[in-house]
Structures are given as C-alpha cells and as structure tokens.
C-alpha cells in the first residue's frame, strides 16, 4: 500500500513539474514572439540597397540605392531630405506601447484600410517588412504591425511607435507617391555643361536672344535672327551662373489634369531652350498664373497675374510644376541685360 502511495506521489509530482515546464516554454515563447513582434528597427541603414513603400490607392515607390545617389522608380533621383529623413526613421523607429486589447480590432480594422506597406532590403534579402499607420489620437505616435519575413505571415499585435525627440507622427516620413520622391531641381548646370542657351520671349520678340558657349570663358550673345551682339564678361558669367540648382515648388503633373489641360490650350509668354554638351535639349515653357483673389493691391497696383508665382511645363511637355519668380525671375532677361555700360547711351 506504501509502495502505491509513493507511485500515485511520483506521479502527481511528474505532472506538476510537465506542467511547470509546459507553462514556462509557453510564457518563453510567448515572450519570444512578444519582443519578435516589436522589432522594427534597422540599424544598419549603410546596408540597405532598396525601400518599397506602397499606400492603399495603387501609388508605389521603389527607391534603390546607386552610385550617384537613391533613384525612385528606376526614373529620377531622390530629395535628399526625403531620404535622410526616412532613413532616420527606419534607424531609430521605437515602439512606445502595445495595442490595448479593448482598441485593437478598431485599429487592425482602420490599419487595412489605410495603412502604408514598407519592404527594406540589404543587398536581395528583405530585412525588414511591416505596415505604418494612422497616427494616435494624441498625434505623437503612429500605430504599426510588424510581418515575419521569414514566414510572410503578420504579427497579430500591433504597437504605437515613435521617434525619439521628434513629437509627431511616421506616416510623412514615408512617402508612396513618386512625384513627392522627386528631386525638385530642374536646372542645374554649370559652363562647361553648357553648349548654347535660347531665351524666346513671346510678348516682347526683340528682348529675346542665344548665347553660346564656346568655353568657359568664351561666348556668343545673338538675336534670334543670328545678328552678334555685345555683351559684357562679367554680365554674362553672372547671368550663367544662375542656372544652378533651380527647383520648382511644386509638380503639379500627379494633381489636377482640369487645370493642366486649361494650361495646355494657353501660349506660354516664355520660353527656355537648353543644349547641352552631351547632345541633350530640354525645353522650359513659362505661363502666367492668375492673380489670387484676396492678393492687395499695394501702392495703387492691381495685379493682372500672380508676382509671385508661375507655371512651367518641361520634359518634353509632360510635366507641369509651380514656381517662383524670386527663383526663375533672374533668368528672363532681355538682350540689353547683357549690353556693356560703355556701349549703352
């Protein structure tokens, strides 16, 4: 009978210490994916080679890393802003705490419906995978769902995270459309880039005129019937320099197609006819904006047109952007800009 008793004791022992040991791998491995899940961070931001971000309404981005610098779509390179920007995020991205259980089927719910899809690689391998978004209620963090790039298959826990010192939310940091990628710089080149430069004015036709250059101290100024003209050096040489590092302030190509097609059946008053050394010509139409409604006349002046801003169309007539005058202003002289003081009357 003792000899039972000690059985049935074994036994019960056993089964505690099976149970004991079941529960601790359970709670272990429930602590194992519960930190898995929170993994978003990559640190290693020198390694990557591409980011994928796509949004809920079809707009995709691919950005890959070259030589001459982060590229989207394989078509024009990056702003340096958007990408240091990105990366940053990617590198510090912290999760601030866990979904309450009470809020999480709302926000999964939400997160399906809007959220953003972000891949990273390092060389082929994707390193990193997971979904941004809609920002809390308190704006200061953004909710995110991690996916197992092992299995593909999504964490089902989603966290708020954030970035450390920076109050705000992801979602701008993360950009899906490719017109937002692009690096607004539209003109920038220097003399030795340059092989000839055609101003056409189309109110005023005799302020019109060519320059070509034929070294980086060598030039040509011409009327647009081939007659020289003179020029001063220095006038000249200023007047190159300002096609550096032009950008416009908005493209406009992605947004609304009613007011581009009412542009298109409108004459630009301007226009820009680049060629350069490597047998590239690009053309840069200019179009007056209208006056915005609430603008005050100042000093007794109404304004017929926007003084501030206008739209160019450019790369073979796709594209269409906004920008400013204070920007591009410089660059629609008249012959008589470049007419040296001891020649003038």
């Given at each position: ?46 390694a ?27 078509k ?106 692009r ?39 011409k009327s ?45 008053f ?30 007794g ?45």
């Amino acid at each position: 009978m003792k000899k039972r008793s000690s059985y049935i004791i074994i036994g019960i022992l056993l089964l505690l210490v099976g149970f004991s040991l079941y529960t601790y791998k359970k709670k272990n491995k429930s602590s194992t994916i519960d930190t898995e899940a929170r993994d978003f961070k990559y640190k290693d931001t020198a390694a990557i080679t591409k980011i994928f971000i796509a949004d809920k309404e079809g707009d995709k981005s691919t950005l890959t890393r070259t030589k001459n610098g982060w590229v989207v779509n394989n078509k024009y390179p990056c702003r340096r802003d958007a990408i240091l920007n990105l990366l940053e995020v990617i590198k510090n991205i912290e999760v601030k705490m866990p979904v309450s259980k009470k809020s999480k089927e709302g926000v999964l719910r939400v997160m399906a419906a809007s959220a953003l899809k972000v891949e990273i690689y390092a060389g082929d391998e994707l390193v990193k995978q997971y979904y941004v978004g809609h920002e809390t209620p308190d704006s200061e963090g953004s909710y995110v769902l991690l996916t197992d790039v092992v299995t593909g298959e999504n964490y089902t826990e989603p966290f708020v995270a954030f970035i450390p010192g920076f109050q705000g939310f992801l979602v701008p940091r993360y950009i899906a459309k490719e017109g937002e990628w692009r690096d607004r710089i539209v003109l920038n080149y220097t003399p030795p880039q340059l092989k000839q430069i055609k101003f056409t004015n189309f109110e005023r036709p005799d302020s019109s005129f060519i320059i070509d250059i034929l070294t980086t101290n060598s030039f040509k100024l011409k009327s647009l019937q081939g007659k020289e003209l003179p020029f001063d050096i220095g006038k000249m040489k200023q007047y190159l320099a300002y096609f550096q590092n032009v950008s416009y302030e908005t493209l406009l190509s992605d947004k609304s197609k009613k007011l581009q097609d009412s542009l298109a059946m409108q004459k630009p008053f301007a226009q820009l006819t680049i060629s350069s050394n490597d047998f590239r010509t690009s053309e840069f139409k200019f179009y007056y904006k209208q006056a915005p409604k609430d603008i005050n006349a100042e000093h007794g002046v109404v304004y017929k047109y926007d003084p501030d801003r206008l739209y160019m169309r450019f790369d073979f007539d796709k594209e269409w952007a906004l920008v400013q005058f204070y920007s591009f202003g410089k660059l629609f002289v008249s012959s008589n800009y470049f007419v040296p003081s001891s020649v003038k009357k």
